[in-house]
Nanobody, 127 residues
Framework: QVQLIESGGGLVQAGGSLRLSCAAS????????MGWFRQAQGKEREFVAA????????YFADSVKGRFTIPRDNAKNTVYLQMNSLKFEDTAVYYC????????????????????WGQGTQVTVSS
């Protein structure tokens, strides 16, 4: 049983930055691979970024490469999504997800690759 609690969403102007946090319960957090997804109004949920349990492997959607990073702090049971140079197109509800190690490396960009999900947090980019 893992619970993910997201925070850090809000309103930001285009070109600005925002940092999302995802705090996880459970003493086995360090064994979980983590991902971020987003869903814009009227669109399907899409993969944003992912990081392996050790932090050795990270993956990003083409739309956010060079702008977003996904650091994690296992000591704090927290994964972050650092969003820079935000665009209007980044406006969406962002979801944190956790996956058990093993199958994740072949499914990190798909909803089905994750076992637990956060409640979502709204990010709105204005101009």
């Amino acid at each position: 049983q893992v619970q993910l609690i997201e925070s850090g969403g809000g309103l930001v102007q285009a070109g600005g930055s925002l940092r999302l946090s995802c705090a996880a319960s459970g003493r086995t957090f360090s064994n979980y691979n983590m991902g971020w997804f987003r869903q814009a109004q009227g669109k399907e949920r899409e993969f944003v970024a992912a990081i392996s349990w050790s932090g050795a492997h990270t993956y990003f959607a083409d739309s956010v490469k060079g702008r977003f990073t996904i650091p994690r702090d296992n000591a704090k049971n927290t994964v972050y999504l650092q969003m820079n140079s935000l665009k209007f197109e980044d406006t969406a509800v962002y979801y944190c997800a956790a996956a058990r190690d093993g199958r994740w490396y072949s499914a990190y960009r798909y909803d089905g690759g994750y076992d637990y999900w956060g409640q979502g947090t709204q990010v709105t980019v204005s101009s």
